[in-house]
C-alpha cells in the first residue's frame, strides 16, 4: 500500500516520538527510541546509548528533544562532538541533524507518523485522474492540504504526474489567481542557479548588466514548484531554508533581504530521506519541506487506472470514437508492459497510435509501439543502449538492480527486515523505504513481528 505521510513541524518536538540512529561506525544499524528526557552517549555501560567506538569517551555526550529540534551538549568529551566539522559544546540543532561523537556518525530525527485519511470519493484532482485505491488516498490528502500554506513534497519516479499534481494544488489554493511558477532545480547550471531562483543585482558577477528578479520575485503571492530539488547544490540549501522559515531571501550580490509571499511544493524522483542520511541533503530542509509528503505512485503499481488512462489520452488526441472498442489483445499488451516512463510514456503512446493510424482503425488494429527490450518479460542484458534518454535509461537499470538485489537480499535473510539490513549495511528505515519503493515490503516482517509470531 502507498504511504502517504503527514508531519507537522509546528508542534514542539518534544511532543513528538524521535529517533536516534547510529549510521556509521562500530555500531552502524543502532537504533532506538528517544525519551523525552534525552539520552546519555558514551562508551561507559551506564549511559543510555552505549558505544564501542575507542575514540568515544566515557561519557560523551547527551542529547534531548526540545521545543525547536535537539539540544545537544558535550559533556567534556576527549575528541570533542562535531557537527559539519565543527566542535559544539552546546547547540540546538534541527530534526535530521547528524554529528560526529568520536568516529561514529550518528542522527536523530522526529520518527514517521501516520495519519488515517480516507479515500476520496473523486475520480481525479486537477488534471490527474484515477479510480484506484492508492491514488483516490492521494487525492483526499491534496484536497485537504490545498486548503493551507503548508509546503508540499511529492516524491516518485520520472513521469508519474508529480507537476500536474503541484499545478492542482495552486489551482484549488486560495492562491489560485496568484502566479504558478516552475522552477527546475537539475536545468540552471549551479553558477547560475543561485542568480535564477533568489534573483541579482547590477555587477553582482561578470555579466551581470542589470538586476533580475528571480523565481521567488515571480511567484510572490502565488506558488513555486521547486521540480528535482533533489538536485539542489547543498551550498544553496540554507538560503532556501531561510526563505521557508522567514520569508526572505537575500539576491545574489546585495546585502538587504527582500520579503516574499510564497508557498512552496517541491519534487523529485530521487530518493530526499536517503540523501538525508548520506549528508547529500540538509535534514533541516527537508523536514520543513516535507510538511505534506506524497509519494506517487508508478504506472505499474496503479491497478486498475490503466483503461481510464487510455480512454482519457485518446479523447484529447480526437480519437474518442475509438473508446468503445477498447480491449482484446491490444489492451492486455498494454496491461503486461512495465512502463518505466509511467503515466508520460503512455501519453505518448497513445498520441502516437492515433497520429499513426488509419481511418477505418480500431483500437485493436492501432499501431502501437512499445520498447520491446522493456515489455519482454526475460531479463535484460547488461549491455547500455542509447535507445532513449540518459536519465531514463539510467532510472531503469537503477530500478532493475534494485529489485533484483532486495528479491534476493530478502530471500538470504528468510524475509527478516532487520537481518536484512544488516547483511546490506543499510539502516532498517533506509531500507523499508527502498523495498516499498520497489513494491516488496510485503515480503520482509520485522524482527519484532517475527519473534511474536514464534511465541506459543
Given at each position: 500500500m502507498?504511504v502517504?505521510r503527514v508531519?507537522n513541524?509546528?508542534?514542539?518536538v518534544a511532543?513528538?516520538r524521535a529517533?536516534?540512529?547510529?549510521?556509521?561506525?562500530?555500531?552502524a544499524?543502532?537504533e532506538i527510541d528517544?525519551?523525552?528526557?534525552?539520552?546519555v552517549?558514551g562508551?561507559?555501560?551506564?549511559?543510555d546509548?552505549?558505544?564501542?567506538?575507542?575514540?568515544?569517551s566515557?561519557r560523551h555526550c547527551?542529547i534531548?528533544?526540545?521545543v525547536?529540534g535537539?539540544?545537544?551538549?558535550?559533556l567534556?568529551?576527549?575528541?570533542g562532538?562535531t557537527i559539519?566539522g565543527v566542535?559544539?559544546?552546546?547547540?540546538?540543532a534541527?530534526?535530521?541533524?547528524m554529528?560526529?561523537v568520536?568516529?561514529?556518525?550518528?542522527q536523530?530525527?522526529?520518527?514517521d507518523?501516520?495519519?488515517?485519511i480516507?479515500?476520496?470519493?473523486?475520480?481525479h484532482?486537477?488534471?490527474?485522474?484515477?479510480?484506484?485505491t492508492?491514488m483516490?488516498?492521494?487525492?483526499?490528502i491534496?484536497e485537504r492540504?490545498?486548503?493551507t500554506?503548508a509546503?508540499v513534497?511529492f516524491?516518485?519516479e520520472?513521469?508519474t504526474g508529480?507537476?500536474?499534481?503541484a499545478?492542482?494544488?495552486?489551482d484549488?489554493?486560495?492562491r489560485k489567481?496568484?502566479?504558478?511558477?516552475?522552477?527546475?532545480?537539475g536545468?540552471?547550471?549551479e553558477?547560475?542557479i543561485?542568480?535564477?531562483l533568489?534573483?541579482h543585482t547590477?555587477?553582482a558577477?561578470?555579466?551581470?548588466a542589470?538586476e533580475?528578479?528571480?523565481a521567488?520575485?515571480a511567484a510572490?503571492g502565488?506558488?513555486?514548484?521547486l521540480?528535482e530539488i533533489g538536485d539542489l547544490p547543498?551550498?544553496l540549501?540554507?538560503?532556501l531554508l531561510?526563505?521557508l522559515?522567514a520569508g526572505?531571501?537575500i539576491?545574489?550580490?546585495s546585502?538587504?533581504p527582500?520579503r516574499y509571499d510564497?508557498?512552496i511544493?517541491?519534487?523529485?524522483?530521487?530518493?530526499?530521506f536517503?540523501?538525508?542520511a548520506?549528508g547529500?541533503?540538509r535534514g533541516?530542509?527537508?523536514?520543513?519541506?516535507?510538511?505534506?509528503?506524497v509519494h506517487?505512485?508508478p504506472?505499474?503499481?496503479?491497478?486498475g487506472?490503466?483503461?481510464?488512462?487510455?480512454?482519457l489520452?485518446l479523447?484529447?488526441?480526437?480519437?474518442?470514437?475509438?473508446i468503445?472498442t477498447?480491449g482484446?489483445?491490444?489492451m492486455?499488451r498494454l496491461e503486461r508492459?512495465h512502463w518505466?516512463?509511467?503515466?508520460?510514456?503512455?501519453r505518448?503512446v497513445?498520441?502516437r497510435?492515433?497520429?499513426?493510424?488509419?481511418?477505418?482503425?480500431?483500437?485493436?488494429?492501432l499501431p502501437?509501439?512499445?520498447?520491446?527490450?522493456?515489455a519482454?518479460?526475460v531479463?535484460?542484458?547488461?549491455?547500455a543502449?542509447a535507445?532513449r534518454p540518459?536519465?531514463?535509461?539510467k532510472d531503469?537499470?537503477v530500478?532493475r538492480?534494485?529489485?533484483e538485489?532486495?528479491?534476493?537480499?530478502?530471500?538470504?535473510?528468510?524475509g527478516?527486515l532487520?537481518?536484512?539490513?544488516?547483511?546490506?549495511g543499510?539502516?532498517?528505515?533506509?531500507l523499508?523505504?527502498?523495498?516499498?519503493?520497489a513494491?516488496?515490503?510485503?515480503?520482509a516482517v520485522?524482527?519484532?513481528d517475527a519473534?511474536?509470531?514464534?511465541?506459543p
Amino acid at each position: 500500500m502507498q504511504v502517504t505521510r503527514v508531519t507537522n513541524t509546528a508542534l514542539p518536538v518534544a511532543a513528538r516520538r524521535a529517533r536516534l540512529r547510529v549510521l556509521d561506525g562500530q555500531n552502524a544499524g543502532l537504533e532506538i527510541d528517544l525519551p523525552a528526557v534525552g539520552v546519555v552517549i558514551g562508551s561507559e555501560k551506564t549511559c543510555d546509548v552505549v558505544l564501542t567506538d575507542p575514540w568515544v569517551s566515557r561519557r560523551h555526550c547527551t542529547i534531548a528533544p526540545s521545543v525547536t529540534g535537539f539540544v545537544i551538549t558535550d559533556l567534556g568529551s576527549k575528541n570533542g562532538t562535531t557537527i559539519d566539522g565543527v566542535t559544539v559544546s552546546k547547540v540546538t540543532a534541527p530534526p535530521g541533524v547528524m554529528l560526529r561523537v568520536g568516529k561514529t556518525l550518528v542522527q536523530v530525527m522526529p520518527a514517521d507518523e501516520a495519519i488515517d485519511i480516507p479515500a476520496s470519493a473523486a475520480d481525479h484532482f486537477g488534471a490527474m485522474r484515477g479510480t484506484s485505491t492508492v491514488m483516490r488516498q492521494i487525492f483526499a490528502i491534496l484536497e485537504r492540504a490545498s486548503r493551507t500554506a503548508a509546503p508540499v513534497l511529492f516524491l516518485g519516479e520520472s513521469g508519474t504526474g508529480k507537476e500536474l499534481a503541484a499545478r492542482a494544488v495552486h489551482d484549488a489554493s486560495p492562491r489560485k489567481n496568484g502566479p504558478f511558477v516552475v522552477f527546475d532545480c537539475g536545468a540552471s547550471t549551479e553558477t547560475l542557479i543561485e542568480s535564477d531562483l533568489f534573483g541579482h543585482t547590477k555587477g553582482a558577477f561578470t555579466g551581470a548588466a542589470g538586476e533580475r528578479l528571480g523565481a521567488f520575485a515571480a511567484a510572490h503571492g502565488g506558488t513555486l514548484f521547486l521540480d528535482e530539488i533533489g538536485d539542489l547544490p547543498v551550498a544553496l540549501q540554507p538560503k532556501l531554508l531561510r526563505m521557508l522559515e522567514a520569508g526572505e531571501v537575500i539576491p545574489l550580490g546585495s546585502r538587504k533581504p527582500e520579503r516574499y509571499d510564497v508557498r512552496i511544493v517541491a519534487a523529485t524522483h530521487r530518493d530526499v530521506f536517503g540523501e538525508v542520511a548520506r549528508g547529500g541533503f540538509r535534514g533541516d530542509l527537508y523536514y520543513r519541506l516535507a510538511v505534506v509528503e506524497v509519494h506517487v505512485p508508478p504506472l505499474r503499481q496503479r491497478h486498475g487506472d490503466l483503461r481510464a488512462l487510455v480512454n482519457l489520452f485518446l479523447e484529447r488526441a480526437g480519437a474518442a470514437h475509438l473508446i468503445p472498442t477498447v480491449g482484446g489483445a491490444a489492451m492486455e499488451r498494454l496491461e503486461r508492459y512495465h512502463w518505466p516512463g509511467n503515466v508520460r510514456e503512455l501519453r505518448n503512446v497513445i498520441t502516437r497510435a492515433v497520429a499513426l493510424s488509419a481511418p477505418d482503425d480500431t483500437f485493436e488494429s492501432l499501431p502501437i509501439l512499445l520498447r520491446p527490450t522493456m515489455a519482454a518479460p526475460v531479463v535484460e542484458a547488461s549491455t547500455a543502449r542509447a535507445d532513449r534518454p540518459f536519465h531514463e535509461a539510467k532510472d531503469a537499470v537503477v530500478a532493475r538492480f534494485e529489485r533484483e538485489y532486495l528479491e534476493d537480499l530478502l530471500q538470504r535473510a528468510a524475509g527478516n527486515l532487520s537481518q536484512a539490513a544488516r547483511l546490506a549495511g543499510l539502516e532498517r528505515k533506509f531500507l523499508y523505504k527502498v523495498l516499498e519503493r520497489a513494491g516488496l515490503r510485503s515480503k520482509a516482517v520485522d524482527a519484532t513481528d517475527a519473534d511474536a509470531s514464534d511465541e506459543p
